[in-house]
């Protein structure tokens, strides 16, 4: 059985980096042909795909945040994290790290139905 276990700050302040962890058991993050994603939900409105890594290394952002999110990963330590910089109180989410399990193409790794297990999420709050 898969387990992702997200990890980091519960508060950021504003124009700080959001950095966040999530830790693998029960199957290796280079497993073909899985990918490994981030999703938020803000208070009050739905999920957004942020960004993913795929088994191999390489990596997919929304585009709206691309200019300040980063996703990267240990091996050694089956974790992969999330970078998000100069957060807003906009960044303001539950956010969640998955394993994605459909195609290896930008239409799967945002459609949210691909994705087979899931972390049980973190709050983080941006505020000063």
């Known amino acids: 059985q898969v387990q992702l276990h997200e990890s980091g700050p519960g508060l950021v302040k504003p124009s700080q980096t959001l950095s966040l962890t999530c830790t693998v058991s029960?199957?290796?993050?280079?497993?073909?042909?899985?990918?490994w994603g981030w999703i938020r939900q803000p208070p009050g409105k739905g999920l957004e795909w942020m960004g993913a890594i795929t088994y191999s290394g390489s990596t997919y952002y929304r585009p709206s945040l691309k200019s300040r999110t980063s996703i990267s990963r240990d091996t050694s330590k089956n974790q992969f994290t999330l970078q998000l910089s100069s957060v807003t109180p906009e960044d303001t989410a539950v956010y969640y790290c998955?394993?994605?399990?459909?195609?290896?193409?930008?239409?799967?790794?945002?459609?949210?139905?691909?994705?087979?297990?899931w972390g049980q999420g973190t709050q983080v709050t941006v505020s000063s």
């Open positions: 029960g199957g290796s993050i280079t497993t073909r042909y899985y990918y």
């Open positions: 998955a394993r994605g399990s459909g195609l290896l193409t930008i239409a799967s790794m945002t459609t949210l139905d691909d994705y087979d297990y």
